[in-house]
């Protein structure tokens, strides 16, 4: 007899990778966490006040 296995779903934690001063931007993940199989919708938001983006240009 094998003991069910109890999986802990948690929410996705974006982190600052780095010490770098930058506008924060806000991320949401629908399904949170995302499920195997199925279509995920992520929407990323923020204001820029230091750069620009250019369109037709990579950042």
Known sequence: NAVPF???K???KFNTPCQI??????V??????????QSDLI???GTLTEFNITA???L
């Open 28 to 37: 949401v993940m629908k399904p949170d966490p995302p499920v195997g199989n």
């Open 43 to 45: 929407n990323v938001s």
């Open 10 to 12: 948690r929410a996705t």
């Open 21 to 26: 001063d930058l506008d924060p931007l806000t």
């Open 6 to 8: 109890q999986h802990n």
């Open 56 to 58: 037709n240009q990579t």
